[in-house]
């Protein structure tokens, strides 16, 4: 059984969130992705803006690798929400709030936020205190990983209907899986009904950095090994559409960071763009 004791959410579920927010707060106007809710479940110690990985200029790359894949994601939720899909499954959902946010478009379908027990419960008591609360659409899935449960059976006894297309989303975590973990997450993915797409964000090898950012992404590597989460899974992007294409998927996609900015950081006037070559997005359909 699932434990359901609330535990406050991992470390870099926190960070994610207090980015977002500090991309309304000090990167120049319009925000790629508007989010201040992640700040407000948080509601970390004040001072929260002086941490060494808050700093504006030094993050500023990665604040807007987390704002432009979320922006991306959700633009293709909207899409095929627009098609008919009426499904949608976030794994590793840590604080998300596009149900909060956007709920006049989720409010339509039923979400599925799929993560370890403690900090789900923990995110459902901050969700009612702070007033939005957890709406039947909105389905909080419990998974103990460690324990080897899986979120598929997890999504089925929540209500997940298999007969229906989805969307399914996964950003930030594939590099902490084993090759073989994201293996079994593809080819359960690629089994879903027809009309199903996946988007999952993935790590390239660190050497193929910017040399500008390669320190800052040894630096995180360090920093996630000495947390006990080292990053152990890379993909060089045609190794990542290969691997895709043999679990069953009818078409994949490469979305770079190049795209990202293009399609969301063009003409900017503080210059921010999400870092060549880091974290990217795989997207794959049924």
């Known amino acids: 059984m699932t434990d359901r004791t609330a535990i406050a959410p991992e470390d870099t579920a926190v960070r994610v969130a207090l980015?977002?927010?500090?991309?309304?707060?000090?990167?120049?106007?319009?925000?790629?992705?508007?989010?201040?809710?992640?700040?407000?479940?948080v509601a970390p110690?004040?001072?929260?803006?002086?941490?060494?990985?808050?700093?504006?200029?030094?993050?500023?790359?990665f604040r807007a690798s987390i704002v432009g894949r979320a922006r991306f994601i959700e633009d293709l939720v909207?899409?095929?929400?627009?098609?008919?899909?009426?499904?949608?499954?976030?794994?590793?959902?840590?604080?998300d709030t596009f149900a909060q946010r956007k709920s006049e478009i989720a409010s339509r379908m039923t979400v599925f936020e799929v993560d370890q027990g403690g900090p789900q419960?923990?995110?459902?008591?901050?969700?009612?205190?702070?007033?939005?609360?957890?709406?039947?659409?909105?389905?909080?899935?419990?998974i103990d990983f460690e324990a080897g449960q899986s979120w598929w059976d997890g999504v089925r006894a929540a209500g997940f209907d298999s007969a229906r297309p989805a969307v399914v989303a996964s950003t930030g975590v594939s590099m902490y899986l084993t090759r073989s973990a994201i293996t079994a997450t593809l080819r359960q993915v690629a089994a879903l009904a027809p009309g199903s797409t996946f988007a999952m964000s993935f790590l390239l090898p660190i050497e193929m950095s910017e040399p500008?950012?390669?320190?800052?992404?040894?630096?995180?590597?360090?920093?996630a090994a000495a947390r006990g989460t080292p990053f152990i899974s890379f993909f060089r992007p045609e190794e990542m559409l290969d691997l895709a294409r043999a679990c069953g998927f009818r078409?994949?996609?490469h979305v770079s960071a190049a795209?990202?900015?293009?399609?969301?950081?063009?003409?900017?006037?503080d210059g921010l763009r999400p870092p060549v070559n880091a974290e990217e997005l795989l997207v794959a359909s049924t």
């Open 19 to 41: 980015w977002r927010a500090l991309h309304v707060e000090v990167d120049s106007p319009p925000p790629v992705l508007e989010d201040r809710i992640g700040l407000e479940l």
């Open 45 to 61: 110690a004040e001072g929260w803006r002086n941490r060494p990985d808050m700093h504006p200029q030094f993050i500023a790359p």
């Open 78 to 95: 909207e899409e095929r929400r627009a098609a008919g899909v009426g499904q949608y499954v976030i794994l590793g959902a840590g604080l």
């Open 121 to 142: 419960a923990w995110k459902q008591q901050r969700l009612i205190e702070c007033g939005y609360g957890v709406p039947d659409w909105l389905r909080l899935v419990p």
């Open 212 to 223: 500008a950012l390669r320190p800052a992404m040894e630096l995180a590597a360090k920093g």
């Open 251 to 253: 078409q994949v996609k």
């Open 259 to 269: 795209e990202i900015t293009a399609r969301y950081f063009a003409g900017r006037a």
